[in-house]
Structure formats: C-alpha cells, structure tokens
C-alpha cells in the first residue's frame, strides 16, 4: 500500500487498515543529511530534500512541509516556502506519496498584529487569502492551517469564520483537502476543516479522520496512544492520520525514531 493510496481513502471517506503517518520532521530529514536545521534556511531545495528524507526514513504517508522553521526561529517567507513546497510536491508525486503544506493561519496571524482581533484579520486577510491560493496551484492533497486554539471572544468572530469559510472554498475549487492543527473548538458549517489533526494536548475528530499528534520519540507511549486511537477510528469506520513535530527535532536519533514507528508498522 502507498501513502497515494492511504491520501485517496481520506479524499474517499474510507477507513483505512493502517495509521496514515504525516510527521512534520524537516528537522529531521536536515539531521540525516548531515545539516543543521539552520542551514535549511538557505536552500528551498535543501528543505524539500530534507523533508522527503525524513518521510521516506520513516516510512510515511505524506512529505509533509511547513512554514514553521524546524529551527524554531522565525517562520520561512511565503516565497521561500511556495519554491521548497513546489519541489516537494514534485517528489512526493515521483515516490507515490502524499502531500501536505502547512500555513500559518489567519487567527495566529490576526494576534501577531494585535488589537482588535476584527481589524487584525482585516489587515492580515489579503496575504492569507494569497498565501493559500497559490499554495493550491501547487496541488498538494492537502493544506493545513496551523492556529492557536481560539478562546471563547475569539471563537465567536464572524470575521475569522469568513476567512475559514473564503480558504475551505478555496480548497475545494483546487480539489485540495483543508486541514487545522487543531481546529476550533465547535467549528461546524462552510468553514469547517475536512482534517483535524489536533494537537499535543487533544486528538482531532472529523467524519472524514481522526487525528493525533503524540511525541514520535517517545516509544511506548507512541504505540499505546497510536493502537487506542486506530481502533477508535477504525470502530467509527474513519482514518486515522498520526502527525506533528513533538520528538522529531534535528537533535533527536533518527535511528530511535524510526525504530518506534516500525513498531507500529509491523502491528498494523
């Protein structure tokens, strides 16, 4: 089975008999390339090889790359990720993998400005809007908007419900799936994710998926919080995506990281 075939049973709404792995590991991928994660800043190409390593030494679904620095330094330019994110796709496509692309999203952006929350994604709107779209030319499966959860004021902004609504249209005109890690708390209706992939503190749920996102390096907690959450998944007929950053930083072994995830591997 590919990781093009696990996408396609998410696209489908189809249980699917395996994890469906999508770490964000470009930390990783630099570590087995001989890199520091810095490093990764200076060639667009160099981030897409590293994120492809990193999926393909862990046996993944997806090459999964982010505006997120795994240096945890300020964020790749929307430029600089759209040039790495287009190489990646490209291999992905060539290994019979999947694609996703995570994005800051419009909440996270709207708080950097500060003030008023409403005039906030006002101003941060246009770039958001841009920044998504032509990330979906690109025709990765999926794109995921990485948000703080918002509190109740927040949650309740018709401002940042138009904006999730205006990126799912988006999506689907691109034929893209729209993920959140995490979505909103309550999110119903036309902004509401096709993916949750939730987060550290909580899994993510939606018709389509479950999603987790343990830490990778953590050996028996990785399998206990993988084999609960595929059967839950697999008892409601749905997917269940495995992603997240949490132990799969430049620093760590790559070789205790991959032996972890055979140990799921070899379960399923």
Known sequence: MSGAEAIAALRHETAWPAPILMPSAAGLGARLEGRAASDLRGSAQGLAD?????????????????????????????????????RAIAAARTARLGAAVELRGP??????????????????????????????????????????????????????????GALKRLAEHYDILKGMAPAQPGMTGPGAPDLDFGDALSPGRTGRAHGIAPDWSAAQTFARSVDDALTAALREGAALIVSGRAGLS???????????????RDRA
């Not at 790749?76 to 040039?83: P, R, V």
């Not at 948000?147 to 401002?159: F, H, I, M, T, V």
């Open 107 to 164: 909440l996270f952006r709207a708080l950097e400005v500060g003030g008023d929350l409403d005039a906030a994604l006002k101003v941060v709107k246009p770039a958001m809007i841009a920044e998504f779209e032509a990330i979906a030319k690109l025709r990765p499966d999926i794109i995921v908007l990485a948000d703080p959860r918002a509190d109740p004021p927040q949650a309740e902004s018709r401002a940042l419900a138009r904006i999730y």
């Open 50 to 86: 590293a994120c492809l390593s990193a999926a393909r030494f862990l046996d993944a679904d997806a090459v999964w790359i982010s505006a997120l620095a795994p240096d945890e330094g300020a964020d790749f330019a929307a430029g600089f990720l759209h040039d790495a994110a287009m």
């Open 250 to 264: 430049a620093t760590q072994d790559p070789e205790t990281v991959r032996n972890t995830v055979q140990g799921i």
